[in-house]
């Protein structure tokens, strides 16, 4: 899109499921409905660039212990959900069938006519196109990091080991997320949290 902005978000607008056929409903620009997707009829829809991101770090000592913490929060940036896309609907391409997909490629796709759903007729194997059924505005909030230390000089015991001080800090990495996108990657969002220590 020529003299558009680089973080824009353009896709065709969509009107969701049709509760009658299970087939996506698409807007054209001139308000008309359809359910054929044309590329042509795209339209800016969001930016990915957020309103406000940053970052906080804390750091607390209390006698011989020690805390810190980092998080760092993103608000009102849009995101293509295309996790979304590629293993809810488009698991039905012959090439993504031998992988992994989400269970709501089987739980909540319409079935039959009245169904209200998010996603197109089971039966459909085509491939989804890219639509703004597909984007979601992003809020989040992240614990990246926490560690717990403890220091002393005053231990009876260094003496004896020819040490003058001791020191021990515990680390936690991806403590928590807290985001208002929870259709991405389910309910519950995997972390691979890790714990190290060291001492010196």
């Not at 973080?7 to 509760?19: E, F, R």
């Not at 620009?29 to 804390?58: A, F, M």
């Not at 015991?157 to 021990?168: E, R």
Request: net charge neutral.
């Amino acid at each position: 899109h020529d003299g558009a902005s680089l973080t824009g978000l353009y896709t065709v607008l969509s009107a969701g499921i049709d509760p009658a056929t299970g087939n996506e409903i698409f807007v054209n620009r001139d308000g008309t409905y359809t359910y054929e997707h044309n590329q042509k009829e795209e339209i800016l829809y969001g930016d990915t660039n957020p309103d406000v991101q940053g970052s906080i770090n804390t750091s607390l000592t209390w006698k011989d212990f020690s805390f810190g913490a980092s998080f760092s929060y993103r608000m009102g940036g849009d995101i293509q959900l295309s996790t979304l896309l590629n293993k809810v609907e488009n698991i039905s391409e012959s090439a993504l069938l031998n992988y992994n997909h989400d269970v709501r490629a089987l739980t909540e796709r319409w079935k039959k006519p009245g169904d209200i759903s998010k996603f197109k007729r089971i039966d459909d194997r085509s491939s989804t196109p890219m639509s703004s059924r597909f984007v979601a505005t992003e809020n989040t909030l992240q614990c990246s990091s926490i560690n717990i230390g403890y220091r002393t000089t005053r231990a009876k015991f260094l003496k004896s080991i020819g040490a003058t001080s001791l020191n021990v800090t515990a680390y936690m990495n991806d403590i928590f997320r807290i985001s208002n996108i929870k259709e991405e990657r389910g309910l519950d969002y995997p972390f691979q949290r890790s714990i190290s220590a060291s001492l010196g």
